[in-house]
C-alpha cells in the first residue's frame, strides 16, 4: 500500500513579510495624511491664522514709537485762509507726511523681518509673559495642541503641538487717512490715521497659507476754528428764524 505524502506549504520569504509591512505602512501613513488634510489641518490653519494676526497686529502698533511720530509736528498741516481769517482749504505738508510714511514702512517692516528670523533682543515690546522667547527666536510664533482638533477646553491643550511661522510676502503698505467731522458750532475735527497694509504667509506643516493684514491707527487730531456765523440753528430753520425773507404759512 502506497503511503500519502501531503504536500507542506512553502515558508514564506522574509522578503515578501518586508514588503508586505513597508505596503501596510505606505497606506496607512497615506490614509493619516489625508485625514489630517480634510479634517485636522483647518483646525490648525485657523488657530494658526489668530495667532499670526495678533503678532503681526503687535508689530504694527508697536512699531509707531515715539521716533516715528515725533515727525508729525504742528507743521503737518498747510492751513489756507482769506483776507477775513476764513479758512479756504486745509492740506498736509507732502514733505512731512512722505517722511512719515517712509519712516512707519521702515520700521513695520523691520520688526517683522526681525521675528521671521528670530532676532527679537532689540523687540523690548514683547510680552514675556504671553511668548515664549526661546520660541520666538526660532521663528516660532506660537505651537497650536493637536487637542484643539477636538473642540473641548479639557483636551485642547493635549497631544503633540504644531509650530507656526510668519513669513512676510512683497512690502509694507502704508497711507494716510483722515475723517473730517463737524466740533461745535463753527470747529472741525480733523482725524488723522495711518493704514498699514501687510501680507504674511502662515507656515504650519504641510500647508501654507496666505493672509493680508490692514491695520488703522489714530495718529494725530486737530481742531480747526472757522468763522463764527452770524446766525446758526442747528442746521434747522424754524418760523421765529430772523434770517428768513419770506414768511412760513402754517398748514
Same mark, same amino acid.
Given at each position: 500500500?502506497?503511503?500519502?505524502?501531503?504536500?507542506?506549504?512553502?515558508?514564506?520569504?522574509?522578503?515578501?513579510?518586508? #514588503?508586505?509591512? *513597508?505596503?501596510?505602512?505606505?497606506?496607512?501613513?497615506?490614509?493619516?495624511?489625508?485625514?489630517?488634510?480634510?479634517?485636522?489641518?483647518?483646525?490648525?490653519?485657523?488657530?494658526? =491664522?489668530?495667532?499670526?494676526?495678533?503678532?503681526?497686529?503687535?508689530?504694527?502698533?508697536?512699531?509707531?514709537?515715539?521716533?516715528?511720530?515725533?515727525? $508729525?509736528?504742528?507743521?503737518?498741516?498747510?492751513?489756507?485762509?482769506?483776507?477775513?481769517?476764513?479758512?479756504?482749504?486745509?492740506?498736509?505738508?507732502?514733505?512731512?507726511?512722505?517722511?512719515? $510714511?517712509?519712516?512707519?514702512?521702515?520700521?513695520?517692516?523691520?520688526?517683522?523681518?526681525?521675528?521671521?528670523?528670530?532676532?527679537?533682543?532689540?523687540?523690548?515690546?514683547?510680552?514675556?509673559?504671553?511668548?515664549? $522667547?526661546?520660541? =520666538?527666536? &526660532?521663528?516660532?510664533?506660537?505651537?497650536?495642541?493637536?487637542?484643539?482638533?477636538?473642540?473641548?477646553?479639557? =483636551?485642547?491643550?493635549?497631544?503633540?503641538?504644531?509650530?507656526?511661522? =510668519? &513669513?512676510?510676502?512683497?512690502?509694507?503698505?502704508?497711507?494716510?487717512?483722515?475723517?473730517?467731522?463737524?466740533?461745535?458750532?463753527?470747529?472741525?475735527?480733523?482725524?488723522? *490715521?495711518?493704514?498699514? /497694509?501687510?501680507?504674511?504667509?502662515?507656515?504650519?506643516?504641510?500647508?501654507?497659507?496666505?493672509?493680508?493684514?490692514?491695520? /488703522?491707527?489714530?495718529?494725530?487730531?486737530?481742531?480747526? &476754528?472757522?468763522?463764527?456765523? /452770524?446766525?446758526? #440753528? &442747528?442746521?434747522?430753520?424754524?418760523?421765529?428764524?430772523?434770517? $428768513?425773507?419770506?414768511?412760513?404759512?402754517?398748514?
Amino acid at each position: 500500500m502506497k503511503k500519502i505524502r501531503l504536500k507542506s506549504h512553502k515558508k514564506i520569504k522574509v522578503s515578501t513579510k518586508i #514588503s508586505t509591512v *513597508f505596503l501596510f505602512l505606505f497606506i496607512a501613513t497615506y490614509l493619516f495624511i489625508n485625514f489630517c488634510g480634510k479634517k485636522v489641518l483647518p483646525v490648525i490653519m485657523r488657530q494658526a =491664522l489668530v495667532d499670526s494676526k495678533k503678532m503681526a497686529l503687535l508689530m504694527i502698533k508697536n512699531s509707531l514709537n515715539d521716533d516715528v511720530l515725533d515727525i $508729525l509736528d504742528g507743521s503737518m498741516y498747510e492751513i489756507v485762509q482769506n483776507k477775513n481769517g476764513e479758512i479756504q482749504t486745509i492740506d498736509f505738508n507732502p514733505k512731512i507726511v512722505n517722511k512719515f $510714511l517712509t519712516k512707519t514702512t521702515s520700521v513695520v517692516n523691520e520688526n517683522l523681518k526681525k521675528i521671521e528670523k528670530g532676532n527679537i533682543n532689540d523687540i523690548s515690546f514683547i510680552d514675556t509673559s504671553k511668548y515664549d $522667547l526661546k520660541k =520666538l527666536k &526660532n521663528g516660532v510664533i506660537s505651537e497650536i495642541p493637536m487637542g484643539i482638533i477636538t473642540n473641548n477646553p479639557l =483636551l485642547s491643550n493635549l497631544g503633540p503641538k504644531v509650530p507656526v511661522k =510668519l &513669513n512676510l510676502i512683497g512690502n509694507v503698505v502704508s497711507n494716510i487717512k483722515t475723517n473730517i467731522r463737524n466740533y461745535g458750532i463753527n470747529n472741525a475735527l480733523i482725524e488723522v *490715521f495711518v493704514v498699514v /497694509e501687510v501680507t504674511e504667509e502662515v507656515i504650519i506643516p504641510f500647508q501654507t497659507k496666505q493672509i493680508k493684514i490692514v491695520n /488703522e491707527i489714530p495718529v494725530a487730531m486737530k481742531i480747526i &476754528n472757522g468763522s463764527i456765523p /452770524e446766525y446758526y #440753528s &442747528n442746521g434747522r430753520l424754524s418760523e421765529s428764524s430772523n434770517i $428768513l425773507s419770506i414768511p412760513i404759512e402754517n398748514d
